[in-house]
C-alpha cells in the first residue's frame, strides 16, 4: 500500500472543516463506532469540534486523570504492548519478535549505551484514547532526533507480524535528563497518523523526509517539563516507547504485557 500517500492525504482530510454536516456526521460515526468516552472531554459534544484533527487530539478537563506521586507515571492512555528488560542490546516486540534498541535510536551508539542492560515500556495507543501524551517524570530535554521511516500499522496483529517494526516506522525519538537518569522516548508513527507534535516544536512529522537532530543544551533556553506536563501529541493513535538505563527502573504489576493503562497511573 501507498503508505505515505495514504496517510498524508487521511492529514489533509482531517483538517478540512467544510463540509461541515459531513464532518459532523464522520465525528459522530467515530465516538459511537470506537466506543470513545467524551463525558471526560473539556468540550464533550463531538459537534462543536471544527475538525477531525480538533477531535481527536481534545484536551480532557481538569481532574480527568490524576497524577500518581510514584517516581514514573504513564504518559500515555492506551494498552501495555511488551516491557522489560534490554537485553544484549535487543528490545521485545512481539512472541519471538525483538528489535534493535540502535535501530530505535537511529543508529546512534552513544545514545543508544546509556540503555545497555536497561528497561523498556511499549505503550500502543488505541483510536478510542486519549491522545496526547505527557511526562512520566520531571525531565529536562536535552536533544531529539527526527528518523524518517515506513508507515506501518503498529497494532498487535502488526507486531507479531512485521520483524523490526518500531525501528523501521517514522518516529521522534526525545532525550531528557530525569531524576531516574537519562530518558529516551519515542513516539512511533503509523499507517494514518497525520502528524505528530511536540509542545516546544509544534508538528514535527511530516514533513522532513531526513534525520533531523537538534541538542537543546547548545540551545538558549532549556525545556523542562514536569511530570505530567504535556510534551506532544498524535494525530491519529500510533505507540511510545519509553527507555530507561540499567537499575533505574523496575516495572511493576501495572505495566505487565496487556495491561491498560490512563495517563498518570503509576508503572512502578
Request: charged residues 20%.
Amino acid at each position: 500500500m501507498p503508505q505515505h500517500l495514504l496517510s498524508r492525504l487521511t492529514g489533509w482530510l482531517a483538517e478540512l472543516e467544510h463540509p461541515r454536516g459531513l464532518v459532523e456526521w464522520f465525528i459522530g460515526w467515530f465516538v459511537g463506532h470506537y466506543r470513545v468516552d467524551m463525558d471526560q472531554a473539556v468540550e464533550p459534544d463531538h459537534r462543536r469540534y471544527a475538525n477531525f484533527n480538533a477531535f481527536f487530539t481534545r484536551a480532557l478537563r481538569e481532574g480527568a486523570r490524576p497524577i500518581d506521586d510514584a517516581p514514573l507515571v504513564s504518559p500515555a492512555d492506551g494498552a501495555v504492548s511488551q516491557s522489560g528488560e534490554i537485553l544484549n542490546g535487543r528490545m521485545l516486540q512481539a512472541k519471538g519478535h525483538y528489535f534493535s534498541a540502535i535501530e530505535l535510536l537511529g543508529g546512534d551508539p552513544e545514545r543508544a549505551a546509556d540503555f545497555a542492560d536497561g528497561s523498556f515500556a511499549t505503550i500502543y495507543l488505541s483510536p478510542r484514547d486519549y491522545h496526547r501524551v505527557h511526562m512520566p517524570v520531571d525531565g529536562e530535554l536535552v536533544a531529539t532526533t527526527y528518523i524518517p521511516g515506513d508507515l506501518f500499522s503498529v497494532n498487535g496483529v502488526t507486531a507479531e507480524g512485521v520483524d523490526n517494526l518500531f525501528a523501521r516506522n517514522e518516529r521522534l525519538v526525545c532525550y531528557f535528563d530525569t531524576p531516574l537518569g537519562p530518558m529516551a522516548m519515542v513516539l512511533v508513527g503509523a499507517m494514518i497518523v497525520a502528524g505528530i507534535e511536540t509542545v516546544w516544536a509544534g508538528q514535527v512529522a511530516p514533513p522532513p523526509t531526513a534525520v533531523q537532530s537538534v541538542d537543546y543544551r547548545k540551545l538558549a533556553d532549556a525545556v523542562r517539563l514536569a511530570k505530567g506536563e504535556e510534551m506532544g501529541r498524535f494525530k491519529l493513535g500510533s505507540t511510545v516507547i519509553l527507555l530507561f538505563p540499567k537499575g533505574a527502573v523496575e516495572f511493576g504489576e501495572a505495566c505487565a504485557p496487556g495491561a491498560v493503562l490512563r495517563m498518570g497511573q503509576a508503572l512502578v
